[in-house]
């Protein structure tokens, strides 16, 4: 996704999943939703990169110790950036996907993952919506992020993903 390109220092020193919700949720619907998605992890609410303190029980040297924060989006159809760090260093995009698929069914909103078009690796404009959790290709190049007049995402048509599950704590089962 175009938009991605400058990482900050947060996001560079943790794994992080990224995605942006069509709708507001709070964080302890967040919080309840990942700790369910993820129940071999500990899941916590805290706003890093808005400066907020670290939640009194979250343990940085417990890998089982995960935070999520969301912010405001410039994406005009997903104002809301929802961040997940400290997951498993591996599998980030599939990850990613699988939970936002089950977000989106769950909440009944829209989700969109930034996402590598196995064709075209290198074109960084791609992006999978969910609707009620039902998978879209889309398409970003258009859309002039944080321009008030800004086109939409455009939705290219549904797309299909391969089957994933993840276990207790986030890492991909393979079969």
């Known amino acids: 996704m175009a938009f991605l390109v400058g990482r900050t220092f947060t996001q560079l020193l943790f794994n992080v999943e990224e995605m942006y919700l069509s709708e507001s949720l709070s964080a302890a619907q967040i919080q309840q939703f990942l700790q369910a998605a993820l129940p071999g992890l500990t899941v916590f609410p805290w706003s890093a990169l808005l400066g907020a303190e670290q939640p009194m029980e979250f343990d940085s040297a417990n890998p089982a110790h995960i935070f999520f924060e969301v912010t405001a989006s410039e994406v005009p159809q997903f104002p809301h950036h929802l961040a997940i760090y400290r997951t ?5 995009e599939a990850r990613a996907l699988w939970l936002a698929q ?74």
Do not use: M, W
Not at 133 to 140: E, I, Q, T
Not at 143 to 167: M, Q, S, Y
């Open 102 to 175: 089950a977000l989106s069914r769950q909440h009944c909103l829209n989700v969109l993952v930034p996402f590598t078009h196995p064709e075209k690796p290198q074109d960084p404009f791609y992006d999978i919506v969910f609707r009620q959790g039902v998978s879209y290709l889309a398409d970003d190049r258009e859309t002039a992020f944080g321009e008030p007049d800004a086109k939409p995402v455009r939705l290219l048509g549904p797309h299909a993903l391969p089957r994933v599950d993840f276990d207790l704590f986030g890492r991909l089962i393979i079969d």
């Open 88 to 92: 498993p260093s591996t599998d980030e």
